[in-house]
């Protein structure tokens, strides 16, 4: 079920992303950086679990955010930054400002420049795709169906953020003719 859930979201944003120019043909990526999922997400899941009735679409966005954080350290220098771990992602606010946070000191965007816009825009879009997709999984809210299920929609979203990142730094996949 789980793994099912997450592979239509997966296909669902992608597509989202595609449609709209966001994404290359070929989804980009990195299993350094999809790993680093699995050193940050158990901190963030307790601070989105705790928001998310209150902010889900923020919640959700955030976890895109991180994603886009992720690439940007890995495209900098991973050596040093794969040591970082999720605080490093929190604003002064801490969780409520984690956006701008990665946005200005981590991807190094002016909160009003039309690139940090963009994102935020991005961002919100693909996080009312995947609020939707959950809404619509079954799983009633307040049970663990309903956590796995949120979990694999962090996890999406963290993926596609960092995607998103890659692709405007300029990574793309492309296939080589050896001969």
Request: hydrophobic share 40%.
């Amino acid at each position: 079920m789980y793994d099912r859930y997450e592979a239509e979201l997966f296909t669902q944003l992608f597509k989202c992303c595609r449609s709209r120019g966001w994404l290359p043909e070929r989804f980009p990526e990195s299993e350094d950086i999809n790993s680093k999922w699995n050193d940050i997400s158990a901190e963030f899941i307790q601070d989105a679990v705790r928001e998310f009735n209150s902010y889900p679409l923020a919640t959700l966005a955030w976890s895109a955010y991180i994603g886009a954080a992720v690439a940007k350290w890995w495209d900098k220098d991973w050596e040093v930054n794969s040591l970082r771990g999720y605080s490093s992602l929190l604003g002064e606010r801490g969780f409520d400002d984690m956006d701008e946070h990665i946005l200005q000191d981590i991807l190094c965007y002016n909160l009003d420049s039309s690139d940090a816009e963009h994102l935020h825009s991005v961002f919100n879009t693909c996080a009312s795709e995947a609020d939707a997709l959950l809404r619509r999984s079954g799983a009633e809210a307040g049970t663990a169906d309903a956590f796995y299920v949120f979990v694999r929609t962090l996890r999406v979203m963290y993926r596609i953020g960092a995607a998103i990142q890659l692709a405007t730094m300029g990574y793309s996949f492309q296939k080589l003719n050896c001969v």
